[in-house]
């Protein structure tokens, strides 16, 4: 490990976005927030957009103020941000309108509509890739099926990491991590999926050279460079761009009796394995084999997340009640336990327009108990996403032969430190969380690497467990969480059997 260096870490959420500094002294990273703003859909007319023009603003805005403060040249400069959206090109690369949210409904129920171009169990063969609607795959298939102009026209498609990247450095390029979440990419033969693309009926023209996570590209561009300050020239990086990749590469202690659970959003839970894993078992439990930052495969499982009490606040603040998360954490704790349950996967939580009532529907229609509180609705939540983590802990257990002792929690829910406790209560397992900022941490990290300043992830895996506070949750014991599971099991597969 070598000399001193920052690294800007642009780090991009469905609900906010951050530039990070993360510092490297020689032995251990700390880090700083430069600028945080805010991010989410654009409603215009009737589709859901993502603000492109702004985002961009708000990346040079960050770097304005990196420069203001006096610091040092950066080492690099790197990008991740969440999954399965995309910019589109024309051919002399002028964006094709704002792209689109994957909440946006012109999805709805394309994946059937597809089935017999490719089955679901032959798309899992050829990219690995669970079947969702909000994939790159069947928001791509339907600009296809509605003639959209827009795709007619593009020369290039561009995920959105990918997208601010090529804004920074001029490059065209699809990073691993990223593409992998596209369910066009074959994960076992490290290519696009061209049974995918043709099936779909997709130009192969927009997709670009697919590269590792630590390639360095060309330095920020002069125009660029001059309108945030920068007198000097530094590397743009290809980080791990998705940023759950970054979030794990991030997870210091991270070994085959771990499991990761990146909190925030969406969960989203699985384990390292060198391969991606093709079973039909996978398949049928609805696993996911996405890219990792060491070029390596994350088996994990998509999870509705704190979104459901994102929305829920949404509503109730939209009704002119305002709640603070520090108020639900502890409103939450005095709430009764075990009073009704709801599956956070099903269809109806996925998109309502009051989740509030969405979420009393559900209980309501299965026959439980309806939360009336903010309480008792974010004990409800809570509990629920508890469950669903032991049942893919003991998934994981069956598919990958593997004993899995403790949860390294990662992301913003390391801060709710009752859903922590009651993480580990319900997996009856340890649970390790931190750090909170994983993505822009692993980030940097392998930007670190790119440069040399580390070894290699290891060692920065090694040097993140010095640099960061990690908080334990033991599990408590008795009889009461393994009764619970059990009704939680049931009142799930009664709103299956209602929602079929």
């Not at 993140?464 to 949750?473: G, I, K, M, P, R």
Request: hydrophobic share 45%.
């Amino acid at each position: 490990m070598s000399a001193t260096a920052s690294f800007l870490a642009v780090d991009l959420g469905a609900s906010s976005g951050r530039v990070m500094d993360c510092r490297w002294d020689g032995s251990r990273f700390s880090l700083r927030e430069i600028h945080r703003f805010p991010n989410g859909g654009v409603r215009f007319g009737a589709n859901l957009h993502w603000d492109a023009q702004r985002i961009w603003t708000e990346i040079q805005s960050g770097l304005k103020k990196y420069q203001a403060l006096g610091a040092d040249t950066p080492a690099g400069i790197g990008i991740d941000a969440w999954g399965v959206d995309f910019c589109l090109l024309d051919k002399r690369d002028g964006l094709l309108g704002n792209p689109y949210h994957y909440r946006d409904a012109r999805t709805h129920g394309i994946p059937e509509k597809l089935h017999s171009a490719l089955s679901v169990r032959a798309l899992f063969r050829a990219t690995g890739c669970q079947t969702m609607e909000i994939n790159t795959s069947f928001q791509l298939a339907s600009m296809v099926l509605g003639s959209d102009p827009q795709l007619q026209s593009a020369h290039t498609l561009l995920m959105i990491p990918d997208m601010f990247q090529f804004l920074l450095s001029g490059e065209k390029l699809a990073e691993f991590t990223e593409a992998t979440t596209t369910q066009l990419y074959d994960l076992d033969m490290r290519c696009w999926s061209q049974p995918a693309i043709a099936a779909f009926e997709l130009p192969p023209r927009i997709f670009q050279q697919v590269i590792l996570p630590g390639t360095i590209l060309a330095p920020l561009l002069p125009e660029v460079r001059s309108e945030c300050g920068f007198a000097r020239a530094f590397p743009c990086i290809a980080v791990a761009s998705h940023d759950t990749a970054s979030a794990v590469a991030a997870i210091p202690g991270l070994d085959n009796s771990s499991v990761f659970l990146s909190s925030g959003t969406w969960s989203l839970m699985g384990v390292p394995v060198p391969e991606p894993n093709l079973s039909d078992e996978c398949f049928e439990g609805g696993f996911t084999n996405e890219g990792a930052a060491d070029g390596s495969v994350l088996l994990l499982k998509n999870l509705t997340g704190l979104w459901i009490l994102q929305e829920c606040v949404r509503a109730w603040e939209a009704a002119g009640q305002h709640y603070a998360w520090a108020e639900l954490e502890e409103a939450a704790q005095k709430a009764p336990a075990f009073r009704s349950f709801i599956d956070p996967s099903a269809s109806e939580l996925q998109a309502p327009t009051n989740m509030f009532a969405a979420v009393q529907a559900y209980c309501s229609g299965t026959a439980q108990s309806v939360p009336e509180t903010a309480g008792e609705v974010a004990r409800c939540i809570f509990e629920s996403l508890s469950f669903s983590y032991r049942e893919v802990v003991e998934s994981l257990e069956r598919i990958t032969r593997r004993t899995l002792a403790t949860v390294r929690v990662v992301g913003g829910g390391c801060l709710n430190h009752f859903l922590c406790q009651m993480t580990a209560d319900a997996c009856g397992r340890e649970v390790i969380a931190g750090p909170v900022e994983a993505a822009a941490l692993g980030n940097a990290m392998v930007q670190a690497v790119a440069t040399g300043h580390v070894m290699d992830l290891a060692e920065g895996r090694a040097a993140l467990a010095l640099s960061v506070q990690l908080d334990h949750y033991m599990p408590a014991t008795g009889p009461s969480w393994s009764d619970a599971f059990e009704r939680y099991k049931f009142m799930v597969n009664r709103g299956r059997e209602r929602e079929s």
